[in-house]
T-cell receptor, first 114, second 107 residues
Framework: KAGVTQTPRYLIKTRGQQVTLSCSPI?????VSWYQQTPGQGLQFLFE???????NKGNFPGRFSGRQFSNSRSEMNVSTLELGDSALYLC?????????????FGQGTRLTVV | GIQVEQSPPDLILQEGANSTLRCNFS?????LQWFHQNPWGQLINLFY???GTKQNGRLSATTVATERYSLLYISSSQTTDSGVYFC?????????FGKGTKLSVKP
């Protein structure tokens, strides 16, 4: 069974640009969550999508947005990039329903804003 | 919101030693996981353990949900165990992470 796939793995962008990251969950999983990891703030929850709807949202500005498609693949978008957006972005996949809520993470996308 | 506190923040061991990592939660969580972050940044699942005890080789974990803490035991540590260990908990699809324990195992 294939794991969680994130693309691209590395990205360099300029301040003010926008970026789109992609995440393909484990087959059969309907929940996709996004996290940002920085040395200063650690791992922080961005948002979760389930069945194409945002189900939970963390405390991030509106420049951070996401969506989920009918095949459960998800994208997150960051507009008007700032230097502080440089981070490792991780996506997690989980079943989304039922008692087992175990999350599985992709390899991450390392974003550098210059 | 829920706060997650991990201790110790740093741990240095000689190969072969045993260790215990702790995770405290400020409120009840209905899921709890332990991860090991590899040098490339990926979070590797160690345990999904909302309550009870589980073992996997040299690793085991115990969660006492009523007292809001979890422990990760590493026995006979190896240099390959080095890295950062995270615990995380919360509701489905929304994990709150601790700051991690950085483990260094010396040969």
């Amino acid at each position: 069974k294939a794991g969680v796939t994130q693309t691209p793995r590395y990205l360099i962008k300029t301040r003010g640009q926008q970026v789109t990251l992609s995440c393909s969950p484990i087959s059969g999983h309907r929940s996709v969550s996004w996290y940002q990891q920085t040395p200063g703030q650690g791992l922080q929850f961005l948002f979760e999508y389930f069945s194409e709807t945002q189900r939970n949202k963390g405390n991030f500005p509106g420049r951070f947005s996401g969506r989920q498609f009918s095949n459960s693949r998800s994208e997150m978008n960051v507009s008007t990039l700032e230097l502080g957006d440089s981070a490792l972005y991780l996506c997690a996949s989980s079943p989304g329903t039922g008692m087992n809520t175990e999350a599985f993470f992709g390899q991450g996308t390392r974003l550098t804003v210059v | 919101g829920i706060q997650v506190e991990q201790s110790p923040p740093d741990l240095i061991l000689q190969e072969g030693a045993n260790s215990t990592l702790r995770c405290n939660f400020s409120d009840s969580v209905n899921n709890l996981q332990w991860f090991h972050q590899n040098p490339w940044g990926q979070l590797i699942n160690l345990f999904y353990i909302p309550s009870g005890t589980k073992q996997n080789g040299r690793l085991s974990a115990t969660t006492v949900a009523t007292e809001r803490y979890s422990l990760l035991y590493i026995s006979s540590s190896q240099t390959t165990d080095s890295g950062v260990y995270f615990c995380a908990g919360g509701s489905q699809g929304n994990l709150i992470f601790g700051k991690g324990t950085k483990l260094s195992v010396k040969p």
